[in-house]
């Protein structure tokens, strides 16, 4: 499943247009995104946690080369543990239940009009 593929399933499943879930999908992966490059773990309980690990300065071999050792120098990386819902959708390889409100935008009240009562009905006071 692309980004494309994933705006279209969220759409239909939640009712939103696709216009606000793209944009409400690229909010996310920015977030995310900015809050691991300050250092800082994500948690979508139940889904898994995005964290920052620091990797160590090693000694490699070259692949072109094998006889070749090469230095790996030490470097930041993201890193993702799946939680215990998203361990427990891949092993039974059914998906978990949908437990989302979508809250539809209130209805406009019609705009009273100032036209004379028909003939025959009765006005209140």
Same mark, same amino acid.
């Given at each position: 499943?692309?980004?494309?593929? +994933? ?16 944009? /409400?999908? @690229?909010?996310?992966?920015?977030? %995310? ?22 990797? @160590?300065?090693?000694?490699? %071999? ?23 819902? +998203? &361990? /427990? ?12 409100? %979508? ?10 009009? &100032?036209?004379?009562?028909? @003939? ?6």
């Amino acid at each position: 499943m692309n980004k494309s593929e +994933l705006v279209d399933a969220v759409a239909r499943t939640t009712g939103l247009s696709k216009a606000d879930v793209d944009r /409400a999908i @690229k909010g996310t992966i920015y977030n %995310v995104s900015a809050a691991l490059s300050r250092g800082e773990k994500v948690t979508f309980v139940g889904f898994g946690t995005f964290e920052r690990r620091d990797r @160590k300065a090693r000694m490699g %071999v070259n692949p072109q080369r094998p006889t070749e050792k090469i230095k790996i120098p030490a470097k930041k990386a993201p890193a993702f543990s799946a939680g215990s819902e +998203l &361990k /427990a959708a891949v092993a039974t390889g059914r998906a978990p239940k949908l437990s989302i409100e %979508v809250k539809k935008a209130p209805m406009m009240k019609a705009a009273k009009s &100032k036209s004379k009562p028909k @003939k025959g009905s009765k006005r209140r006071r």
